[in-house]
Every structure is written in structure tokens, then in C-alpha cells.
């Protein structure tokens, strides 16, 4: 008997195979066996073989077909160790150890010429068709069609062979690689007609459907599309000119607020969320091109809607552009009032009424809180400087600026510390004095010296005067007016406390708002044993004196100066 397990067979198949493609390996030279894992069948023109021992384990009979191990379920003979471990199918020279010996090689097995009956899955590994050496097909009835130099790819067997294709003309249809979406049919469209090519008719030829060509070039070119402009925004973040308007703006004002400290990001920043600029690198570039960018202060300003980054800077640098408001030193409370109204383009009266009901919410601290008999709690911290104010702002916005910045100011020059070494009691008292002297006095030397006036006034050891101010600028204060010709009738009967003719010691609180010259005079006195000053030409200049007698010369030399006027 030939020796198989030592012969080199041909390849178990072939992707040229007729038979590969839908068919394959399903039925396999008429024996029914299932390829790579399907389960064979058996041959109806064959009796079925009886086999014994346990069918679960293929060792258990050597010479045996196992289903523990079939070929047809997972452990085929050309990829397994065969059936059963059959020494002629799991281990052939060609797939592993041993080659498939008619004789079990001293195992025992049976010989599948001397059963008279090939199993239809006793195939050798080599001969993909199961018909290879034997010389017959199911039992040597047929011819040896795989002995020759030509048999390869193995024509069918006789009564299995389909009838050659039908030679036609080259169709570039669908069969050659076209998708059925082009044909406008689906997938069980296609399969239909590919089973109908294999029975030999010609296979129709599909309409490619103009429709489907359209919604296909409308989806490449929303792709392209889209990949253009994500690739260009990808470009312009990182390589490209920053988004800029272009010219001085759209001619719609808006007022911005830059805060102190702000960088050329932050001021972009508030820009841009104006609509000044289209883009804070917009700003930011064109801050850094001008030679005077960084020189942008804190404060308001009025600019247009949509303007170029250039154009912006420019503006910013220009006086025209400022909207800040300007608070003198020694101005009182109403006049800041009404000159914020203004800014606000709102009516009068809108700001006094905003502090009178939120000035416990605009940040001032401990010691000015809780005195009592006090015009206006915010009198003296409404900050002599530059604020920012512009249409569309709250007042305890802007009064809040104000408070702040008084705060900052106060805890510098520690009004607490100096008020123990100025005999006062706390800093509440130290910002009275302070606006006394701004009142009064007219000049830094004048300042010190009304301090002076002031301390010396107030001390117990004062004969003099008794310890009673006697300043018209305190009965001014609650006049509301600022009048230098006061009758004595008047003062005199006039018993508010904010009257320091007829109430000794300070008034209440402060009765302006103090400079930086008024508070640095307060906390440095001068020491010359000042008690009385008169302005003398009613207005700019004013004289001190140490003595009562010296005053009234001083008053003499008043009353000259107003006989012309």
C-alpha cells in the first residue's frame, strides 16, 4: 500500500480553485465533509460506518474516527491532530509528526482499502479531493484525475462539475469590483445575481443610478469642505494674523472701564467683550507695535464699537478718549454727588439717594461705622482723584471706587497709630482735623499751621477760646453753603452739632473730603503756639496769630479789605 503520511501532496486548496469562492470547501469531492469547522455529511450512496468505543474521545479507538476530534469541527487534519489522533491524519510529514500508514503502523488500525467503504471523511491531508493515490474515487469506480502534471486546479468529478462559464465579452458591471451602491441595488440584490452568474447565465447588466453618484459627490465635497475650513481655523490659531477689525469703529460709542494694574490681556479682555476689538491678540499686538502702548492708565474711556486693534491703542493714548471724573481736594459729599449724576447721564439726586441707603455695603471700615449725629456716613471717603465714571455704570459702583480707594490712603498713613501721639481718639478723629485743615487752611504751610490751631484749640489747658473751634467752615457745612460773611446772631443761635461756636470740641465727623497736603499737615503739626488765623483778604490769604490781641488786628486788617467789595 503506498505510504502517504511520506508523500508531498498538493496544497489542500488553492485560491484559484473553481470550487473556492461560495462553494469551497462544502462539499468536497463528493463526500459531504464540512470545511474549517462546518460539520460533515455523509455520502447517501454509502452505508454508514458502526464504529466502537467512546465516540467523546477519538484515542479511544485508535484505528477509529473520534468526533471528539473530527476534522469538520474544529481540528481538520491539515491544522489539527486529526481524528481521533489517527496516526495517518494529525501527524503527516506535510502538517506534523508521522505520515498516514495503511497499517497503523503497529496501532492496530483498520485499512480503509480492506473495509471496503472509504469513510467519507478519510481523506488524505495532502489530497485536498480525497481521491489522491487510490487510484478511484468512492471506491476506485472512477479515474485518477490528480496523477498528472496538468490536474491542478483538480477538475470536479464526474457528475459534479458544473457546466463551463459562457464566454462573453469584458462587462465592466458591477462583477468587477463595482459596489452595488453605484448599481442602486443592495447587498441580497447582489448576491442574487452573483448565484445566477454561477449557474452559467450571463449576469445583467445594473443601471448605476445617477442619484446615488450625486448624494455620493455631495458628501465628498461637504467632507472636503469641512477638512478645508477646520484645517484653515487649525492654521490661523497658530500661524495666522490674529482677527482684526479694520478703521476707527462703526460710530456706536461705549465706555470702558480699565482697572488699576491691568495688563495689555486683561485691557484686551474688557475690549473685547465691549465689541471695541475683534480679538484681544488684536489688541495685544498692536499695544506692543505702538511705542506708547504700555503707557495705557487705569481709568474710562469712551470708545466705538469695531474697532481696529491700531486704532484702539490710539484712541486709549488720546485725552479725547478719557471719561474720568476728577474729584478736587476738600470737596464735600453733595457736589460729588451731583457731578456723578451727571457722568451717569441720570437724574439728580440719584446718587446722594444710592449712598445714603448702601453706604453700609460700599466697604468702609470698622472705626468709621456707628457715630452718630453724622450728616453723611460717606463725608471724608469719597477720595480727592481720578475715577473712572461713564454712562451705564451703577453709582455704588462707582462709589465703591471711591471708598476704596480712601481705604488704601488711610491704612498707609495708619490714621489709628498717629491718632494716640495726636491725642485723639482714633483715626475717625484724625480724618475730622484733616478736613478742617483742607477747609480752612489754603496752602501746605497753612495746613500745618491750622493743625496747630487746631490741637491747641482742643486742649483742656485752652483759656483762650475754651476749647470752642469757632470755625465758620463747620456752620457752612450744615448750611450747605460757603459763605465767609456770617452774622454772630446767627452762629450764636444756632445749636446743631456740627456748630463749633456753640459746641466745644470737634464736630461729629468730617465735613469734607481731605487731600493728600490736609491729611500729611494733620499728622505733622507745626509746634509755633498758633491758636487764631484770619483770611485777611477774604479769600486766598490767611494770617495766623498767638495771641487774642494779635487777632484782632488780624480783624481789623479783614474788615479793610471787604469795605471795597
Known amino acids: 500500500m503506498t505510504d502517504y503520511g511520506r508523500g508531498q501532496g498538493s496544497e489542500p486548496w488553492h485560491p484559484a480553485d473553481p470550487l473556492y469562492g461560495d462553494q469551497g470547501w462544502e462539499q468536497q469531492a463528493g463526500h459531504g465533509q464540512a470545511a474549517y469547522g462546518g460539520q460533515g455529511s455523509y455520502d447517501p450512496q454509502q452505508p454508514q460506518q458502526t464504529y466502537a468505543g467512546d465516540w467523546s474521545q477519538g484515542h479511544q479507538q485508535q484505528g477509529g474516527h473520534g468526533y471528539g476530534q473530527d476534522p469538520g469541527y474544529g481540528q481538520d487534519p491539515g491544522y489539527g491532530q486529526g481524528y481521533g489522533q489517527n496516526q495517518g491524519y494529525g501527524q503527516d ?298 454712562k451705564g455704570m451703577d453709582p455704588e459702583d462707582v462709589l465703591k471706587q471711591m471708598v476704596e480707594r480712601a481705604n488704601e490712603n488711610y491704612e498707609k498713613l495708619d490714621l489709628e497709630g498717629k491718632a494716640k501721639e495726636l491725642h485723639l481718639d482714633g483715626a475717625w478723629q484724625v480724618l475730622t482735623v484733616a478736613s478742617l485743615v483742607q477747609a480752612e487752611g489754603k496752602t501746605h504751610d497753612d495746613f500745618r499751621k491750622m493743625a496747630e490751631v487746631v490741637y491747641n484749640r482742643l486742649k483742656p489747658t485752652n483759656t483762650e477760646t475754651v476749647q470752642l473751634l469757632q470755625f465758620d467752615s463747620t456752620f457752612n457745612y450744615l448750611k450747605k453753603q460757603s459763605n465767609i460773611n456770617i452774622g454772630l446772631d446767627e452762629i450764636r443761635s444756632n445749636k446743631d452739632p456740627y456748630n463749633t461756636y456753640t459746641n466745644k470740641g470737634l464736630p461729629p465727623g468730617p465735613i469734607s473730603n481731605p487731600g493728600d497736603d490736609a491729611l500729611a499737615a494733620t499728622l505733622t503739626p507745626t509746634h509755633d503756639g498758633w491758636l487764631y488765623f484770619v483770611a485777611t483778604d477774604g479769600m486766598n490769604k490767611t494770617e495766623f496769630a498767638k495771641t487774642h490781641a494779635e487777632f484782632e488786628k488780624l480783624t481789623e486788617k479783614f474788615n479793610a479789605s471787604q469795605q471795597g467789595n
Open 93 to 390: 510529514p506535510a502538517y506534523g509528526q508521522q505520515g498516514y500508514d495503511g497499517q497503523q503502523q503497529g496501532q492496530g488500525g483498520w485499512d480503509p482499502v480492506g473495509q471496503g467503504q472509504v469513510p467519507s471523511y478519510g481523506v488524505d491531508p495532502t489530497d485536498p479531493y480525497g481521491t489522491g493515490h487510490q487510484g478511484a474515487y468512492n471506491g476506485g469506480d472512477q479515474p485518477d484525475y490528480y496523477s498528472t502534471p496538468d490536474a491542478y486546479p483538480p477538475p470536479e468529478p464526474p457528475g459534479r462539475r458544473r457546466a463551463p462559464e459562457p464566454q462573453t465579452e469584458w462587462d465592466a458591471g458591477p462583477d468587477q469590483g463595482e459596489s452595488a451602491f453605484f448599481n442602486g441595488g443592495g447587498d441580497d440584490d447582489g448576491e442574487g445575481d452573483d448565484r445566477g452568474a454561477r449557474r452559467g447565465g450571463r449576469k445583467p447588466k445594473k443601471r448605476r443610478s445617477g442619484c446615488a453618484c450625486l448624494v455620493l459627490t455631495v458628501i465628498f465635497a461637504s467632507g472636503v469642505g469641512g477638512v478645508g475650513y477646520f484645517g484653515y481655523q487649525f492654521y490661523q490659531d497658530r500661524f495666522g494674523s490674529a482677527p482684526d477689525y479694520s478703521g476707527d469703529g462703526n460710530g456706536e460709542t461705549v465706555s470702558v472701564v480699565i482697572d488699576k494694574g491691568s495688563d495689555g490681556y486683561t485691557i484686551g479682555q474688557k475690549l473685547k467683550a465691549a465689541g471695541v476689538v475683534q480679538s484681544v491678540d488684536a489688541f495685544v499686538a498692536a499695544q506692543s507695535a505702538n511705542p506708547q502702548g504700555k503707557t495705557i492708565q487705569a481709568g474710562a474711556y469712551i470708545l466705538q464699537r469695531e474697532m481696529s486693534g491700531a486704532s484702539a491703542v490710539k484712541l486709549m493714548l488720546s485725552p479725547k478718549s478719557k471719561a474720568n471724573m476728577i474729584i478736587g481736594e476738600g470737596w464735600r459729599n453733595a457736589k460729588i454727588y451731583e457731578l456723578i449724576d451727571s457722568k451717569l447721564k441720570v437724574d439728580k439726586g440719584t446718587t446722594e439717594k444710592a449712598a445714603k441707603e448702601h453706604y453700609k455695603d460700599l466697604g468702609l471700615p470698622g472705626w468709621a461705622q456707628g457715630h452718630a449725629k453724622l450728616k453723611d456716613p460717606l463725608e471724608g471717603f469719597l477720595y480727592p482723584s481720578s475715577y473712572a465714571v461713564a
